[in-house]
């Protein structure tokens, strides 16, 4: 999965790269050995020396550490092994300093510690975020022994005054099932987090993370008295038991 990914953001790096040039190409005309020289003597401007600085950051970044390596306002954000290294990820640490680690399953299996790259659940700071690492707000991680076994959800959030690690959420009792994120909403006061299997949990920011049972039930009573096609509730087959 990740060498997809790593070539993924090499591919497109290297297409915006080659789109540039190429745009270049064309818009230029012959100049003459005067304008040459003027152009030599005119110095670059601080965007485009910003925009350089930015591209050649990006093109010399370890590309295996994109979604491992962020910046945030309390500092370095890594998703690391054991050992400190970008690997398979077990745990968290700010500053170097662990404030996550991945707890195992009930059978003994080490779980991991994912940021899903097809939903990329990142909330991004203001500002220029021009190759990583990035700089971010919030980060959703999924927890489990694989991108498609995930158990359990947690939410990272850093514009509160400390960094806020939520409790564990996406209800998955004695973590025999898989839950499957499927979108999030962010917001200044809440944000929602929706999930397969017919499960929303609401983020209070910078204080809790709740299960909103009733939202689909809710939603779909709305579309009725609204005359709205109703959202079809999807049958649970799964193992999780709803409290």
């Known amino acids: 999965m990740r060498k997809y990914v790593i070539s993924a953001v090499i591919f497109v790096a290297f297409a915006t790269i080659t789109f540039l040039q190429a745009g270049a190409v064309n818009n230029q005309k012959p100049a003459t050995a005067a304008e040459n020289a003027d152009q030599q003597s005119v110095p670059k401007t601080k965007t485009s020396a910003d925009m350089e600085e930015a591209l050649k950051k990006f093109l010399n970044a370890d590309k295996g550490n994109f979604f491992n390596h962020f910046i945030t306002k309390h500092g370095e954000l890594k998703k690391v092994d054991e050992h400190g290294k970008f690997g398979q990820d077990t745990q968290v640490t700010l500053n170097d300093v662990v404030i996550l680690k991945a707890q195992k399953t009930n059978d003994g299996r080490q779980q991991e510690l994912f940021l899903d790259p097809y939903k990329f659940p990142v909330q991004y700071s203001p500002g220029d975020n021009v190759g990583p690492p990035v700089k971010i707000d919030r980060i ?93 509730i999807k049958s649970d087959k799964t193992p999780f038991r709803r409290p």
């Open 140 to 232: 959703l991680l999924s927890e489990g022994c694989g991108l498609n076994y995930v158990t359990q959800f947690i939410l990272l959030d850093f514009t509160c005054d400390k960094p806020f690690v939520s409790e564990r959420f996406g209800f998955n009792p004695d973590l025999e099932g898989y839950v499957y994120l499927e979108k999030v909403k962010w917001g200044k006061e809440k944000s929602y987090i929706y999930m397969h299997v017919n499960q929303r949990a609401v983020y209070y920011t910078c204080d809790r993370v709740e299960m909103d049972w009733d939202y689909y039930m809710r939603k779909e009573e709305e579309d009725k008295k609204n005359k709205k096609n109703p959202r079809q």
